[in-house]
């Protein structure tokens, strides 16, 4: 009986290995590949996405994929030199938030780009909307990995930390051993003591911040990017006066490429006959 | 006759003199300061404009004028210690472009600023659209004076420069002299030769830069701020395609600053009778 039910469940096994594989066999093209990640994002679907093919034949056969923050044009190259040539990236392509490119027809830039692009049969995807979507949010979990922090968190939320007690400086110490490149933009009194952090990825907007802000489970917030006229004012009257408040923007790449990190072993976990590689973009900019 | 032409003429400065101090006397109110600057910038009319009294009563009597960057709390302060009443901003005071509070209704920042404004009786205005519609631009020329640039003008354009050949290396350690607080974001070959530079204010925008960049005029924008993922990703695309360009964001502050310093000094040329002072507000970030 015992020897009947470990065959029966070493058939289950092996049968649900082969609808993986099966599921793998059928993951060819760029679009089928895109159609599977989102199915495994367990997202309802996202009215008016940006997560769509940018550029590139959605029937394309996948020989490998990258994942990354930015499609740059050093990401494309490193791309095709791997033989890889679906490129899935967080942010846009081609330098806004919808990627539309009328107002680039007579760029050189653009058009240098987008030729390369073509000339390679690259596609390029780009996975933002739903990536958030994951449960936990992949971006955040990749962060919170990378920064060995899950051991901070209260077990439901991969973005709100209590951590020993510690003074902005020394959290800004911290985070500089992770993240080298280039300066955080940074508010607060160095010597302010904190335990609570919640870190907010990307460019979410300033109404999201000052909501996180106003949290008194919250002393510092670990950003992404903002416009300067709007979070960075706040937080600047909120210390002078006497609140115990700090911000820590690390730089948008720098924010959410350890999610992107994340994201290619997440993928491995059942994409399992398609090479894939994370390439970092790193941030766009040093700092002087 | 020369003598009689003597004496008209000194009759009619006295009487133009007079008439503007009788202009003075009568500036007297927030409004009719305000009324006065706008019609000195001889702009036409701006629609919907941001240029408007963002707290205290238009009646008030003005004691002293401070011009600034930003309204923050210790400009407030300083404002209020120098007997100065009135406060022209060249940004919002409430953390957003058009100043809305609704979201602020219950937030202890927003509210004890407000508190301090309303206790104190001072009256906030924003001069940015006229500011930037006076012929030339007076943030631009501030900047142009705060460099001492305006050698390197062809005289038709505060923003354009064309100085003797330099490296951007050479370009950043220069402007860091001048503007030594917190570090620049800086995209570009360090050792690019260059010779032409403009000078791009503020947030103006990415289609703004991209026209900037797109010119061949152009080797080097110096900019304020932009969403990372916007000029920044579209210099770095640039870069790596071998195009002689790059670009310097100071930061938003440092960007305008300036100007609103030299608003000051354009101020005590038309109203005589109020004393004026430019307070810093200073960037509201360190780098790390």
């Not at 009328?102 to 240098?112: I, M, T």
């Not at 951590?163 to 911290?174: D, G, H, N």
């Amino acid at each position: 009986m015992k020897k009947t039910t470990s065959v029966l469940i070493c058939f289950l096994i092996l049968a649900f290995t082969g609808i993986i594989s099966g599921q793998n066999t059928k993951v060819n093209t760029a679009a089928s590949v895109i159609e599977t990640i989102i199915k495994q994002t367990k997202s309802e679907p996202v009215p008016n996405t940006v997560d769509v093919i940018k550029a590139g034949d959605p029937l394309t056969p996948v020989k490998g994929i990258v994942t990354t923050m930015f499609a740059t044009m050093d990401v494309l190259k490193k791309a095709v030199a791997m033989n890889c040539n679906l490129i899935i990236a967080h942010e846009p392509v081609f330098y806004n938030h919808r990627d539309e490119i009328q107002q680039f027809q007579n760029d050189p830039v653009y058009l240098e780009k987008k030729r390369y692009i073509d000339e390679h049969k690259l596609v390029i995807w780009r996975f933002h909307d739903y990536i958030h979507r994951i449960q936990p949010d992949a971006i955040d979990y990749g962060m919170a990995l990378k920064l060995d922090w899950l051991k901070y968190t209260d077990g439901t939320s991969v973005e709100r930390f209590v951590m020993p007690e510690t003074t902005l400086k020394e959290l800004t110490i911290t985070l500089k051993k992770v993240f080298p490149v280039n300066a955080f933009n940074i508010i607060g009194d160095p010597e302010m003591k904190l335990t609570k952090v919640v870190f907010s990825a990307g460019a979410p907007g300033s109404i999201y911040h000052f909501r996180l802000l106003e949290d008194d489970n919250v002393e510092v917030v670990i950003a992404g990017e903002v416009p300067q006229w709007e979070t960075y004012e706040y937080v600047r009257d909120a210390v002078s006066q006497g609140r115990k408040k700090a911000i820590i923007f690390l730089g948008h790449v720098t924010s959410e490429e350890p999610g992107m990190e994340y994201c290619a072993q997440w993928l491995k976990g059942f994409i399992k006959d398609i090479p894939i590689h994370f390439v970092e973009s790193g941030p766009s900019y040093r700092t002087y």
